[in-house]
């Protein structure tokens, strides 16, 4: 029997909605509706503002002096900028290694790679001073030329040079009986080399790399035995001749004998061209 009351179509997409929604639809579209909870909703965004402002505010009062407001952010390690350490410091230090090459052996794809042996350097004194210099007088030649300075923590001694695989690499040992670090590094002017700008490392010194460190290791075979230079520039890709230019500049500027002496503190080996935190340290200042 009919009531007399005529009911609403019933929306069926409505219907089929969760429950959870279709209630705060309902609590929405009521909401709508109700002049006290609008003046609420209004009263609510407006202190969310105000609230906002006011952390701004004591973020700029209480900013302290050495942090800058901006976030940093690193990039990928390609296109990540180049970072210099401070040449103002009295001591810059080798790069801390994070991870071992020969740690993923991989026995079945064991293949035979490049290796660079090296003497990881800490700098001070007259060779930070030189350092200096070489940025002066960089910038007065072009960009990319400052660019080819070897990056801070990275400067060392090639030891070596060879081939071989991961697991003859994990092999590679260096006895410490009377092997001590660090050892002074003496220079003696430039190598004459074209291809960059190179310290020649004093004789007196490259002697006594030979004999208190190659020497001194095992299952070494092959490849060339060096001790003998430490890199500054290299032309890596650069236009020859305005590399040219920038090389004379830092010839002419740094006499080479103003360059003192630096400490070798670790005995490190790494894939040629990977990032030197890559390393397997054989021995350190220290042990």
Known sequence: MSTGHRHAPIDEKWLDRPRAKRKSDEASSNNKHNPILLVNEEEDNRKK???????????????????????????PPSKRKRVVQDTNATVISPIVPTLNPCDDLDTAND????????????????????IQQCNSISKTTSKEFQERLQMDGTRHITLWEGKMTKRQASKM?????DTSLPIPVTFSGY?????????????????????SIMKKLTNLSGGKIKCDHLSLYRCRGMNAKVFATGVKAIKDGIHGSNWGTVQGVSVRLKVVGSDYSHCRVLLAAGE
């Not at 293949?111 to 030189?130: H, K, M, N, P, T």
């Open 49 to 75: 503002v105000e609230e906002k402002e006011q952390v701004s505010i004591i973020r700029k009062k209480t900013r302290m002096p050495d942090i800058d407001d901006d976030i940093i952010i690193l990039s």
């Open 191 to 211: 190598q004459p080399w074209k291809a960059g700008v190179y310290l020649k490392v004093h004789p007196t010194t490259q002697q006594r790399l030979k004999e």
């Open 111 to 130: 293949a035979r790679l490049s290796w660079v042996l090296y003497l990881a350097i800490q700098e001070e004194g007259s060779f930070v001073d030189c």
């Open 173 to 177: 040992e260096l006895t410490n009986d």
